[in-house]
């Protein structure tokens, strides 16, 4: 009696994220080995609870006095409804350069490319940012007091430092940042706590005074209350990072969305606590709003914990804002590596180029020289305030370009989600609001204001934030007519819309057209 075949090996399991990505025009090159912890975990370092309230705490209670804090949860709310329109778009396309990848399915790919541009250099210039509010804790640790140029020296080699970590690839990356999500919660959670209940010096009727900082603003309340929400508008960015790190992710479509949320919220309720606790625990706000305090922060530490607490907590308030620029430089470097590989990016041979450890290599030396050149408004005067205005600025004007197109995509009936997150009708409501909301900021914080500059400031620390976008956007529109990317972004279209007669697949697909 004869046997029956003995069965074939068993068929190896298919990997549907390196399908869905295969569907979506691109090949795997990167590592995904980020589960949702992981994303979460990128999205938080780069939002940051220390780099939101520490570099901010500041400037805005000069400008407004402890009644700032009420800034904080309109910003949040803000943000939630951009996310509500970044959850669709990454459910349903869940890539590196998202603004990018987004926008040229949305409306075409002259508003995608420009879209991208525009969000790539915003990115860039966080960075920017990030190093130049690090650096003064690097002073502090050494007991040395900064010079303009100094603090310019030092935060490029924060840039630097962050792009040879980056190098070594995600695993390695995630690794740091982690490191710094520890710091955050010693720095950010369990002070906040501490503060809050054993170190109060003010009850909370502190946070309807305004102990005369709107004089600043010409005695105008609404104006002060204003310029504050220009101010915190950059303690709630950088969740986009999750989408970043998007083809790095498994089960990206689900879990990216989800990244975002939990990175947004849980950074938002501890800044907040720890806003009002500094502000009930510091012993002479009135100081901090006269520009006698220039760290409130540490102030507040200091004199409830003791001195002894100084040198840790500097340090653990480092590692937090170290952990925050290398995190944003690794999404800057990706989303140079999305645009690079589509070949619409100048130097894009050599941008699109991956390390052997699957690193984006061209795109961290590339974000690496924006991010450094960028540092140069700070060489002749102190520039917190202008270097928050400015990376603030960068950043809103791509939300909005996003939920703009996403607006107008859902009337023209050209777009209707199609991922895991579909919000239906209510998503087009939150649409229109998270449009008009990021409208708002981009004006606001683009207004150009003495107030966020020291006194004597140079005029273009003044109009940092619209000198930023006014440039971005310039040169972008520029190399869009002269160089045309969006003629190869066509051509590719194309090409993936007419039938393959080639039954084998292709080593990599173009881009589905929108």
């Known amino acids: 009696m004869s046997q029956p075949p003995s069965p074939g090996p068993a068929p190896a399991p298919q990997d549907t994220d390196a399908a869905r990505l295969n569907d979506l025009g691109y090949q795997q090159e990167l590592r995904r080995s980020l589960g949702i912890l992981g994303n979460i975990s990128m999205g938080f370092a780069v939002v940051s609870p220390v780099v939101a309230l520490y570099a ?31 959850s669709e778009l990454a459910s349903q396309w869940p890539l590196t350069g998202g603004p990018y990848q987004w926008g040229r399915r949305l409306l075409g790919p002259s508003f995608g490319w420009l879209s991208g541009w525009v969000w790539q250099f915003a990115v860039m210039f966080g960075n920017t940012t990030v190093a130049y509010l690090a650096a003064p804790w690097v002073f502090a640790l050494v007991g040395v007091t900064p010079t303009p140029g100094t603090m310019v020296a030092v935060a490029a080699g924060i840039l630097l430092a962050c792009m040879l970590v980056n190098a070594f690839g995600i695993r390695i990356l995630s690794w740091f940042v982690t490191l710094g999500i520890a710091a955050e919660a010693v720095a950010s959670v369990l002070v906040g706590f501490a503060l809050l209940l054993f170190f109060r010096e003010h009850g909370f009727a502190l946070f309807t005074a305004t102990l005369g900082a709107e004089e600043l603003s010409g005695g105008s309340t609404a104006m002060a209350f204003l310029a504050v929400l220009a101010v915190a508008g950059w303690g709630f960015i950088g969740f986009d990072a999750c989408v970043s790190t998007a083809e790095e ?62 040198k840790p907590f500097v340090c653990v308030v480092l590692i937090g804002f170290l952990a925050c620029a290398m995190a944003s430089q690794g999404g800057a470097a990706r989303g140079v590596y999305s645009l690079a590989r589509d070949g619409v990016f100048p130097f894009s041979r050599y941008v699109r180029k991956v390390n052997r450890r699957q690193a984006p290599i061209g795109g961290l030396i590339a974000s690496t020289v924006v991010s450094s050149s960028a540092l140069l408004l700070g060489l002749d005067a ?73 006194p004597g400031a140079p005029w273009y620390q003044v109009w940092a934030g619209l000198l930023g976008t006014g440039v971005v956007i310039t040169a972008g529109l520029v190399y869009l007519l002269v160089r045309r990317p969006q003629d190869k972004l066509r051509a590719a279209e194309r090409t993936a819309a007419e039938p393959d007669p080639d039954p084998e697949p292709a080593a990599e697909l173009a881009p589905e057209p929108s």
């Open 249 to 310: 992710t498994k089960d990206a479509g689900r879990q990216v969305p989800r990244a975002m949320w939990w990175a947004l919220l849980s950074v938002g309720v501890v800044v907040i606590l720890n806003a009002m606790a500094v502000a009930l625990a510091h012993p002479d706000p009135a100081a901090v709003v006269a520009g006698k305090d220039l760290d409130p922060v540490t102030t507040a530490v200091i004199s409830s914990f003791g001195s002894w607490s100084d």
């Open 382 to 454: 102190t520039a917190i305030g202008s270097l928050i205005a400015f990376g603030t600025a960068a950043t809103f004007l791509p939300f909005f370009l996003v939920s703009l197109a996403a607006l107008v995509a859902r009337l023209r009936g050209t777009w209707v989600p199609s991922g895991h997150i579909r919000l239906g009708r209510g998503g087009t409501f939150l649409n229109v609001l998270a449009v008009l909301w990021t409208a708002f900021e981009v004006a606001n914080v683009c207004w150009p204001r003495a107030v966020l500059a020291p």
């Open 56 to 86: 901010v705490s500041m400037v805005a209670t000069t400008i407004a006095g402890p009644a700032w804090v009420w800034a904080l949860p309109v910003v949040l709310l803000g943000q939630c409804l951009v996310v509500n329109v970044y």
